[in-house]
T-cell receptor, first 115, second 113 residues
Framework: EAGVAQSPRYKIIEKRQSVAFWCNPI?????LYWYQQILGQGPKLLIQFQNNGVVDDSQLPKDRFSAERLKGVDSTLKIQPAKLEDSAVYLC?????????????FGPGTRLLVL | GQQVMQIPQYQHVQEGEDFTTYCNSS?????IQWYKQRPGGHPVFLIQ?????EVKKQKRLTFQFGEAKKNSSLHITATQTTDVGTYFC?????????????FGSGTQLTVLP
């Protein structure tokens, strides 16, 4: 079974520039998550999709971050304009509810450095 | 909002010693999950606990969920160098339709050979 795919793996940009990340979840997984993981911290949920609808985006800085999941499969996360504090690993995860368990499978992440 | 605290932040042990990390939530959880993240890697699911007082074992790893469903622990017996990584707990209160996980800050384990 193929895992969660993310690209690019690394990105270096200057502040005020724009950047976009792409995620392809595990086939058949209805739920997709974007997390931000700052060095030394746990992943922080930015947005959660159920199919192509947003379930929770309460922690997404909407003035600069946006995300979409067209057709309920792939997803993109955009930052425009980037700030220095956006330097982090952006993790995409997907899940499928089976019985009483919903395991999240994480992709390799995109490491963003904002200079 | 829900907060999940984890201690210690760092732990260095000699190979063969035991290791424990503790997780505490500000609210009652419906379930708690544990993940392991190797250096440079991504979180990998280890286990989920659902019932009050539940104890689960995976070889040398023992996971516990507190009676009040607000705390949890992970204990590793006789650590090996392959245990190196950061261990995260993640709690869910399944409020509404959002099955949101709140991650703790993690415990970074170093095993000295």
């Amino acid at each position: 079974e193929a895992g969660v795919a993310q690209s690019p793996r690394y990105k270096i940009i200057e502040k005020r520039q724009s950047v976009a990340f792409w995620c392809n979840p595990i086939s058949g997984h209805a739920t997709l998550y974007w997390y931000q993981q700052i060095l030394g911290q746990g992943p922080k949920l930015l947005i959660q999709f159920q199919n192509n609808g947003v379930v929770d985006d309460s922690q997404l800085p909407k003035d600069r971050f946006s995300a979409e999941r067209l057709k309920g499969v792939d997803s993109t996360l955009k930052i425009q304009p980037a700030k220095l504090e956006d330097s982090a690993v952006y993790l995409c995860a997907s899940s499928q509810r089976l019985a009483f368990q919903e395991t999240q499978y994480f992709g390799p992440g995109t490491r963003l450095l904002v200079l | 909002g829900q907060q999940v605290m984890q201690i210690p932040q760092y732990q260095h042990v000699q190979e063969g010693e035991d290791f424990t990390t503790y997780c505490n939530s500000s609210t009652t959880l419906s379930n708690i999950q544990w993940y392991k993240q190797r250096p440079g890697g991504h979180p990998v699911f280890l286990i989920q606990l659902v019932k009050s007082g539940e104890v689960k074992k995976q070889k040398r790893l023992t996971f516990q969920f507190g009676e009040a469903k607000k705390n949890s622990s992970l204990h590793i017996t006789a650590t090996q160098t392959t245990d190196v990584g950061t261990y995260f707990c993640a709690g869910s209160n399944s409020s509404g339709s959002a099955r949101q996980l709140t991650f703790g800050s993690g415990t970074q384990l170093t095993v000295l050979p």
